[in-house]
């Protein structure tokens, strides 16, 4: 295991050390992170063969930063996560995100040793959640040659989320156009009459002086 590398992400220094100790005696070279922005770096630098990662954090949460290595494509290790107020709900969470394995604190040698065994035989992770599934939640579109970003509420019934989608759409070309209905209708491709009648529907506002010399 003398080639075996492990990555120890924990903010309590105790747990840092006891780990580092416990894991040095078996073979395993150790490297230590007491927060993710630690964490963070040393994965940016290098690929460990596993991932030791404290859940509850002060910057940021470990959960947090499984999903952004997953969003990164950076979950090319198996990752164990650990807390000391472990629940069903959270181990659940984790393990469809991609980490391997939960161990609660208290954590017994034996089960440490068990667990870190079969992580690193079973190798990289095969996450239910993949990151486009993670991206999915935010829509990118790309406006006047700049990627601008928004989120559309996608939990929301389908009708509801075409509306959001909608206002968000005839907004940004009522901008686009001055607030010229006329040029707006003729760039969307709908009857202007119709365009009117939508806008109305959805509550987007539009100048009426532009209204007016659209008839003009």
């Known amino acids: 295991m003398a080639n075996k590398q492990i990555l120890v992400v924990d903010d309590e220094i105790g747990i840092r050390e006891l780990l580092s100790e416990i894991l040095f005696d078996e073979g395993y ?4 992170a007491e927060n993710a ?46 807390s000391g107020h472990g629940t069903i709900e959270t181990a659940v969470e984790a393990t469809r995100i991609g980490a391997v394995d939960f161990l609660e604190k208290p954590i017994s040698l034996q089960k440490l040793l068990n667990t870190i065994e079969k992580a690193l035989k079973d ?10 599934e993670i991206q999915a939640q935010r829509i990118t579109l790309d406006i006047r040659g700049q990627m601008q970003q928004f989120s559309l509420p996608l939990d929301l019934p389908l009708r509801e989320a075409r509306e959001y989608f909608d206002v968000l759409y005839f907004d940004y070309h009522l901008k686009k156009e001055a607030g010229n209905v ?10 202007r009459t119709h365009l009117y009648r939508k806008l109305k529907q959805l509550g987007v506002k539009f100048a009426k002086k532009s209204c007016e010399n659209d008839s003009q």
């Not at 922005?37 to 959960?63: F, K, S």
């Not at 190798?123 to 486009?132: E, R």
């Open 29 to 32: 070279q150790v490297h230590l």
């Open 37 to 82: 922005e630690q964490a963070r770096v040393h994965r940016n630098e290098h690929e460990p063969d596993l991932v030791l990662l404290d859940i509850w954090m002060p910057d940021t949460d470990g959960v947090t930063l499984l999903k952004e290595w997953v969003e990164q494509d950076l979950l090319t290790m198996p990752v164990v996560m650990m």
């Open 123 to 132: 190798g990289a992770p095969k996450p239910q959640i993949l990151a486009d």
């Open 182 to 191: 006329s040029r707006v209708a003729e760039k969307v491709g709908l009857e």
